[in-house]
Protein backbone atom coordinates (compact mmCIF):
# COMPACT_ATOMS: atom_id res chain seq x y z
CA UNK A 1 0.00 0.00 0.00
CA UNK A 2 1.57 3.48 -0.93
CA UNK A 3 1.75 6.12 1.31
CA UNK A 4 -0.23 9.31 1.21
CA UNK A 5 1.99 12.26 0.44
CA UNK A 6 0.05 14.22 2.87
CA UNK A 7 -0.33 11.97 5.79
CA UNK A 8 0.89 12.74 9.03
CA UNK A 9 4.43 11.41 10.09
CA UNK A 10 4.52 9.28 12.64
CA UNK A 11 6.70 8.72 15.19
CA UNK A 12 9.17 5.98 14.00
CA UNK A 13 9.50 8.78 11.29
CA UNK A 14 10.36 10.88 13.18
CA UNK A 15 12.64 9.08 15.65
CA UNK A 16 14.37 8.12 12.28
CA UNK A 17 14.66 11.96 10.88
CA UNK A 18 15.75 12.70 14.51
CA UNK A 19 18.56 10.43 14.66
CA UNK A 20 20.18 11.26 10.85
CA UNK A 21 20.51 14.62 12.28
CA UNK A 22 21.97 14.01 15.31
CA UNK A 23 23.53 15.99 18.40
CA UNK A 24 26.07 18.85 17.30
CA UNK A 25 28.42 19.97 19.88
CA UNK A 26 27.66 23.58 18.40
CA UNK A 27 26.79 26.36 20.46
CA UNK A 28 23.65 27.86 18.88
CA UNK A 29 22.86 31.42 20.45
CA UNK A 30 19.13 31.53 21.05
CA UNK A 31 16.94 33.42 23.49
CA UNK A 32 15.02 30.30 24.72
CA UNK A 33 15.65 26.67 25.64
CA UNK A 34 14.06 24.34 23.53
CA UNK A 35 12.24 21.01 24.39
CA UNK A 36 11.94 18.19 22.67
CA UNK A 37 7.94 17.46 21.92
CA UNK A 38 6.50 14.92 19.96
CA UNK A 39 2.77 15.57 19.55
CA UNK A 40 0.55 15.30 16.75
CA UNK A 41 0.24 18.96 14.81
CA UNK A 42 -1.41 20.18 11.68
CA UNK A 43 -0.32 23.64 9.75
CA UNK A 44 -2.75 25.69 7.90
CA UNK A 45 -1.26 27.76 5.22
CA UNK A 46 -1.77 30.87 3.67
CA UNK A 47 -4.06 29.66 0.69
CA UNK A 48 -6.22 27.29 3.44
CA UNK A 49 -4.92 24.02 2.92
CA UNK A 50 -4.19 21.34 5.75
CA UNK A 51 -0.91 19.71 6.72
CA UNK A 52 -0.99 17.34 9.36
CA UNK A 53 2.58 17.16 11.26
CA UNK A 54 4.49 16.28 14.03
CA UNK A 55 6.31 18.82 16.16
CA UNK A 56 9.53 18.24 16.69
CA UNK A 57 10.66 20.84 19.56
CA UNK A 58 9.00 24.00 21.27
CA UNK A 59 10.40 26.97 23.19
CA UNK A 60 8.38 29.91 24.23
CA UNK A 61 9.38 32.15 21.27
CA UNK A 62 8.75 29.18 18.44
CA UNK A 63 8.40 25.58 17.24
CA UNK A 64 10.03 22.47 15.15
CA UNK A 65 8.01 20.44 12.66
CA UNK A 66 8.21 17.53 10.91
CA UNK A 67 5.95 17.15 8.19
CA UNK A 68 5.73 15.54 4.30
CA UNK A 69 6.01 18.12 1.66
CA UNK A 70 7.93 21.37 1.74
CA UNK A 71 5.71 24.16 3.12
CA UNK A 72 5.85 27.80 1.91
CA UNK A 73 8.34 30.36 4.38
CA UNK A 74 5.40 33.30 6.06
CA UNK A 75 2.60 33.08 8.44
CA UNK A 76 0.78 30.07 9.06
CA UNK A 77 -1.62 28.67 11.66
CA UNK A 78 -0.17 25.48 13.89
CA UNK A 79 -3.06 23.73 15.52
CA UNK A 80 -1.95 20.89 18.32
CA UNK A 81 -3.84 18.94 20.90
CA UNK A 82 -4.32 17.68 24.43
CA UNK A 83 -6.45 14.93 25.54
CA UNK A 84 -8.55 18.28 26.97
CA UNK A 85 -7.61 21.24 24.77
CA UNK A 86 -6.84 22.04 21.54
CA UNK A 87 -4.22 25.19 21.22
CA UNK A 88 -3.95 27.51 17.91
CA UNK A 89 -0.99 29.36 17.10
CA UNK A 90 0.28 32.34 14.18
CA UNK A 91 3.54 31.27 13.31
CA UNK A 92 5.93 32.90 10.99
CA UNK A 93 7.69 29.72 9.34
CA UNK A 94 11.11 31.05 8.50
CA UNK A 95 12.65 27.91 7.17
CA UNK A 96 12.26 24.63 5.51
CA UNK A 97 14.50 21.89 4.69
CA UNK A 98 14.24 18.48 2.88
CA UNK A 99 15.49 15.41 5.15
CA UNK A 100 15.19 11.73 5.08
CA UNK A 101 12.47 9.60 3.58
CA UNK A 102 11.28 12.49 1.48
CA UNK A 103 9.89 14.43 4.30
CA UNK A 104 10.79 18.11 5.41
CA UNK A 105 11.74 19.61 8.74
CA UNK A 106 10.71 23.60 9.38
CA UNK A 107 10.50 26.15 12.25
CA UNK A 108 9.44 29.02 13.39
CA UNK A 109 8.46 32.05 15.36
CA UNK A 110 5.31 32.31 17.49
CA UNK A 111 3.42 35.63 16.62
CA UNK A 112 0.53 34.80 18.77
CA UNK A 113 -2.44 32.34 20.01
CA UNK A 114 -5.17 32.29 18.12
Not at 54 to 83: C, N, P, W, Y
Not at 92 to 109: A, D, K, T, Y
Request: charged share 25%; with cysteine; hydrophobic share 40%.
Amino acid sequence: MAVDPWSRPTLDDLRVVLESIGKTDAVHDRAAERLDLSVPAEVITQRGSSVPAMTREISRFGIGLLHRGSLQLGEVTVKMASDTREYKYLVRLEWCEPCENGMFISGGQFLGKQ
